[in-house]
């Protein structure tokens, strides 16, 4: 009987390791975010007005809905990426765009290459991170041209509700 009980427990303890190593969690980005203007950085780019992301996730799709607007000017986005690392297409600022996904740790992020009307190719590089409390979306990019590279930083708070 204390045999079959020290093996069940054993076996209970083993069965619990073992779907923590090999289950790994990620954090999940789904919701609706507002962009703080004065902890962004957007470089030499001009700071837009306004920045909101609809983010949906499920188990192996995002999809990413930006509406960005700055001056008179308001563009929207849609794209989405497999979380699996499987190249997913979209179109970016009028331009097809190859991007795969890859889980660092809680971080995602997404490399995506644009063909470029003169055949050149520009690289993007997004890390999507959470704060702690889930409040806090930060994205950092790093793009690359042909003419150079240049790094952006997105800090957006999670509305109410969303």
């Not at 188990?59 to 000017?73: P, S």
């Not at 690359?144 to 957006?156: F, H, Q």
Request: proline content about 4%; hydrophobic content about 35%; aromatic content about 6%.
């Amino acid at each position: 009987m204390i045999r079959r009980i020290f093996l069940t427990l054993v076996l209970s303890c083993a069965a619990a390791f073992a779907q923590d190593t090999t289950t790994p969690t990620h954090p999940n980005f789904s919701g609706r975010w507002r962009m703080v203007k004065d902890k962004s950085d957007f470089a030499h780019a001009a700071m837009p007005d306004m920045i909101v992301r609809v983010i949906d996730q499920h188990k192996d799709t995002i999809n990413i809905h930006t509406v960005q607007t700055t001056g008179t000017t308001t563009k929207s986005a849609d794209v989405s990426y497999f979380l699996d690392g499987s190249p997913s297409t979209n179109i970016i600022n009028n331009h097809e765009a190859t991007s795969k996904t890859f889980w660092d740790g809680p971080a995602l992020n997404v490399r995506t290459v644009l063909k470029l009307s003169n055949g050149e190719e520009e690289v993007i590089e997004d890390r999507y991170e959470l704060s702690d409390d889930g409040k806090t979306l930060i994205t950092t990019s790093h793009i690359s041209t042909p003419k150079g590279g240049t790094n952006m930083k997105l800090v957006c708070e999670k509305e109410e509700g969303s």
